[in-house]
């Protein structure tokens, strides 16, 4: 196999021997081969995660590489229109609209956006920016909207946040997997390999979904909420299993703290009081706690579904109380898992895109967290900004008082993924200043003052860390198109033009060997793992503190990371969705994914053969309701909230329940879904409530 460089390259979007690497989509970060000219996507069957296996997305990813599909040269806004640029220009214009924003309204008038697919590299160095060269507090990303209920979960149980604790390879092993509000066969369908040998092996899989989707459709029992209910469906399952005999006695005493509290609120949720508030019988919930229960080992592993909700912490506590009171945690074959979304969802969220965190998933406002990052940084500890706002607060307050005037966006495209984009898009519209890197000209970079196109994915090289918390390298197999530059060359050069000449260098293997140094010691720590041992293991595994240790596939088999080594249950109960069916709004709305498209659709949406497959948004309804209206598959239909309407054809189902409508969210346009969900928040995570809202639906004639 030959590992090329650079120069080994035929020029832009050509291969000229064979790389292996990593998709540029989803948190699987599937292993695949590019070779040829054009270059072209083959398997790679020796990476342990996918072995070989592809779905759509990845095998037509070299796509994406075409210039025909993406931005090759800087753009900048004159006379309301954006026109090509040079970079000195569009640098030049970046660094005025950035620092006239701080002179006239202070230093947190500068803002920054970043993104859950960036490299480790890139998500460090854009967080060093912020702190270092603007002194800004204000830094989220889009990854706020995708794990962050599963994360302040994890840390509050575990003490720490990796999505999974153990590696993918583990769950055929497993007694019982319970997938909660999670469509891997849309999401990540060469995942799906893992629990067919779950069952293959006498495993059983329970799949808890509003929808039956393909998943369901595989697994032992489907348990069918009403969205925004899967908080009371754990505490019943909670209660049956305390009920019933069935808590592991010896595991509570041993390695958790809190059962009591956990104990008196699951027993506030009897079975039928359960079955009133989530619509699933009592029969399916007994069941269900008969195959988890009973099972040796147990798995649950949780997606958006539960944790995109103004609850969302809460409800993954609550399936967190269920593997500790069964003793499936902590050991084997046991646990609880998110499974990530975005491609580097993991590593992106480590090390220091939010707004209250230092890499290493050190905390900003800690005085020693603090002191060590400041002390890599060579700045004094004192100079280094506190916390800001999360991600739809800053994108709420955009263009307002008190808010961010100048923002540099990277690697996201709110105007389509964020909740309320109507809102979100006034709010952008209303910058004194918006910069925006992309690999393609999205909905959001259209509204930009000045464009930078950006490299992407097999056009450079770098570093993502994966759902199992697997560090990965994603080797450059092509040149960009001329014109097109790293992300880490922008922020060196804007760095450089706001006075800061040392401390952001271009090189990611340099990048990476500074966020190890800033990783020492922390959580997520990274000290021993360089770019030489990740091409060589297939990947290593956080915590890694020195190049002596091994990694870290499995978590929690001896303690948790709490500080005394206990998990500990949350005390949690049942609340109402920030917005319930009411008579003007009486249906359900949950969004999700379909398996053609990927996020905001800013890069599948521009490749041929995806869009065929999934060439726009839809509304899935139930016969009954779709009957009620007097609609037909294909008909349009209006859905509005209080936030606004959009518009998409009916596909009509029984898959779904009756009282909810389901829409995938990858497009702009009449048919976003985005237009219409709700920005109530977790007030611990503070992710928005994507997953649940109020709507009405009727066919669009009759609408108008
Ligand atoms: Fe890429 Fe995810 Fe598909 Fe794998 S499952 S090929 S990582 S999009």
Redo the contacts with the bound molecule.
Sequence with gaps: MTTIQASDTAGPGQAAGTVDTH?P??S???GMRLTGTPVQVRERPDFPV?RGA??G??QSAAAVLSPAARLATPLVRDGGELRPASWDEALERTVAGLSAAQRSHGRDAAGIFGGGGLTNEKAYLLGKFARVALRTINIDYNGRFCMSSAAAAGRKAFGIDRGLPFPLEDIPHSGCVILVGSNPAET???ALRYFRELRENGGKLIVVDPRRTRTAELADLHLQPVPGTDLALALGMLHLVIADGHRDEAFIAKRTSGFEQARAAAMAHWPERVEQLTGVPVERLTAAVSLFAEAETGMVLTARGPEQQSKGTDTVGAWINLCLATGKAGRPYSGYGCLTGQGNGQGGREHGQKADQLPGYRSIEDPADRAHVASVWGIDPDDLPRSGVSAYELLDGLGQDGGVRALLLMGSNPVVSAPRAGRVTERLRALDFLAVSDVVLSESAELADVVFPSTQWAEETGTTTNLEGRVILRRKAVDAPEGVRSDLYLLHELAARLGVEKGFPDDPEEVFDELRRASAGGQADYAGISYARVAAEDGVFWPCPDEQHAGTPRLFLDRFATPDGRARFAPVTHRPSAEEPDADYPLYLTTGRVVSQ?QSGAQTRRVPELNRAAPGPFVELHPHLAEQLGAADGDLIAVTSRRGRAEAPARVTDSIRQDTVFMPFHWGGAGRANTLTNPALDPTSKMPEFKVCAVRVERAEAAR
């Design positions: 998709c989509y989803c699987l970060q599937c996918n592809l779905c997305k990845g990540m369908p060469p990927y």
